[in-house]
């Protein structure tokens, strides 16, 4: 298992190395560049927050009850005064520390679901659905915001799953195919759940027929080299 800090540094240079030839390529702004590089840094510690006793995942859940909402609420700040901006961040931030994060380690178990590729599929369509709608950014865009949380949580998923294999005596660990997984079979009833969310969840956001075409038609004037 990867530790916190190779988590965070794995994440962040991954995802800077895709956000930049996407903000060269102009499809993000400079702003929108700097977002996506947080929510692939998010979405890099975001499977080892179902570990209460670690101490770098108590500091991610205080920089996410701090900073997501940040970011999501400066995204509609022409329409709320800065009184307004504050007091909601100001609530959420509370709320999500001492509410909601509570209760979320109480009712999981480290590796479990949250170790699970639809969970990070799942947390990608929530932040797109939160910019597209309390974002109002167009539907390309924010899919493309979601797709960086996704691409941190899968890059977290499979470091984990490259540490339990000893390279030097090419034997596994127990821990190997615990992380990079579709479903956790100690859970079948909460993996059941998490794929309806997913449905739900992909039937209220307004895709059409061509949308993802179009995805891929802008992400094709990217430049790797």
Do not use: C
């Amino acid at each position: 298992m990867a530790s916190f800090e190779q988590h965070v540094n794995t994440a962040v240079i991954v995802t800077g190395m895709v956000v930049i030839p996407i903000h060269l390529a102009g499809i993000l702004d400079t702003t929108q560049s700097i977002v996506a590089l947080a929510l692939g840094l998010i979405g890099g510690v975001l499977p080892d927050l179902d570990s209460s006793s670690s101490k770098p995942v108590q500091i991610v859940f205080k920089m996410i009850s701090i900073f997501f909402p940040l970011m999501l609420l400066l995204s509609i700040r022409y329409h709320f005064s800065l009184i307004q901006l504050i007091l909601a961040w100001v609530l959420i931030t509370v709320f999500l520390h001492l509410t909601f994060f509570k209760i979320f380690l109480k009712i999981t178990r480290h590796r479990g679901i949250f170790h699970t590729i639809p969970m990070g599929i799942l947390f990608a369509q929530i932040t797109a659905y939160s910019f597209y709608y309390f974002g109002y950014y167009n539907l390309t865009k924010a899919t493309i915001l979601g797709g960086f949380v996704l691409l941190g949580f899968l890059v977290h998923l499979l470091l984990d799953e490259i540490f339990s294999i000893n390279a030097l005596g090419m034997t596994m660990k127990k821990s190997f195919g615990t992380a990079f997984k579709f479903y956790d079979k100690k859970n079948m009833f909460g993996t059941l759940i998490l794929y309806l969310l997913i449905g739900a969840i992909f039937y209220t956001i307004p895709f059409h027929e061509n949308t993802f075409e179009h995805i891929f038609n802008v992400l094709k004037n990217v430049k790797i080299i």
